[in-house]
């Protein structure tokens, strides 16, 4: 049961990526707040793991023979297809369908979805599949409190209109693990979180040819599909951008430094491997690598890929390097860009993509 354990970091030099709307208290009716943590500690700006997992979403979109979901409307909910077979976003990002059986609802699914000529597949009973892809809250590393902006709306003739909104300077950190087992592999039995297909569902998994699993409790989808999915979940991940407030506060989301790893367990590899130093910068735990490497020797199934952006963090460069040579062993002298290290990892799945995806 293997797991793809990663580590982002999001540079924020001003920026308001995740905004809460108005704020009780606040000292103007129309202020802008950003998402943030209040502690003892101080004040944490972040950004949801729900807002993330959209530009992950949004960006895989442009990832060759990416299938997203059709989105379908009724009065007061929406869902996606339910179909994991037919669409890898349903597999991987999970989907939870309870069909209603009102007037009003069947005579919505007549509309086409999100997607052109889709219409929705039949449940026949309520669906739930939990994702395959976990993402944490990207929270900021260190207490930043939010800056306060005043703007004003003047295109108009008479008195300007006044607005404000906050922003921060930070560094979000963020978690996110895929479940490599669970990729491309569909059950059916009676659990909240496995019922995945229903009678109708089984039925196209073995008109398209799926092999039965786990005892016939599931179907699966063929190894190379399986591969090709998270292949195109991880370009994606290389290409995401998104974030509120762009046109004021422009921020690249895209990580300055990525780790990832694969291993046996669900256990998260890198969450002790970033702290702030004393004046709220990033600083890389060397001696937590060499120590997840040497206990976790016995399960890891693939190199420390590590990825870290030129002109970022470069007074660690050095000891980083040294740090991933001698956990993968390598002599590498060097740490390539993030988008370069998803394609190295890539090229490792290429090669033990029957054990990582076993």
């Not at 990832?260 to 910068?281: C, E, P, Q, W, Y």
């Amino acid at each position: 049961m293997a797991h793809l354990s990663g580590l982002l970091l999001v540079d924020c030099p001003a920026s308001a990526l995740n905004n809460a709307g108005t704020e009780s208290g606040a000292r103007t009716d129309n202020v802008v707040s950003v998402k943030k943590i209040k502690t003892r500690a101080g004040t944490f700006p972040y950004v949801s793991a729900q807002a993330f997992r959209y530009w992950w979403r949004e960006a895989l979109r442009g990832v060759d023979g990416w299938t997203p979901s059709p989105i379908f409307r009724e009065e007061k909910i929406a869902y996606t297809d339910a179909n994991p077979i037919a669409y890898a976003e349903d597999d991987i990002f999970g989907y939870m369908r309870a069909q209603s059986t009102k007037t009003d609802a069947v005579a919505s699914r007549e509309a086409k979805g999100t997607l052109k000529n889709a219409t929705p597949i039949e449940a026949k009973t309520t669906l739930t599949r939990s994702s395959v892809l976990k993402m944490s809250t990207l929270i900021s590393i260190a207490a930043s409190d939010p800056a306060g902006d005043f703007g004003v709306m003047a295109r108009h003739e008479g008195n300007p209109v006044p607005h404000e909104h906050e922003f921060y300077r930070t560094t979000l950190m963020g978690l996110f693990s895929i479940d490599l087992r669970m990729l491309g592999r569909f059950y059916h039995i009676d659990r909240t979180g496995y019922k995945h297909l229903d009678s109708v569902r089984k039925e196209l998994a073995a008109q398209n040819g799926l092999t039965s699993y786990d005892n016939d409790r599931a179907f699966e989808l063929p190894a190379e599909a399986r591969k090709q999915r998270l292949k195109q979940l991880l370009e994606g991940l290389s290409q995401i951008a998104g974030g509120a407030k762009l046109a004021l506060h422009y921020t690249d989301v895209s990580p300055r430094l990525l780790m990832m790893a694969v291993s046996k367990g669900g256990n998260h590899l890198f969450g002790t491997a970033i702290s702030a130093t004393d004046k709220g910068l990033p600083k890389v735990n060397t001696a937590a690598l060499k120590q997840i490497a040497d206990v976790y020797q016995d399960s890891l199934k693939s190199k420390f890929h590590i990825g870290l952006v030129e002109g970022y963090l470069d007074d660690q460069r050095p000891s980083l390097v040294e740090t991933v040579d001698q956990i993968n062993k390598s002599k590498s002298n060097a740490l390539p860009h993030p988008v370069q290290a998803v394609e190295q990892l890539l090229a490792e799945l290429d090669q033990k993509s029957p054990e990582w995806l076993a």
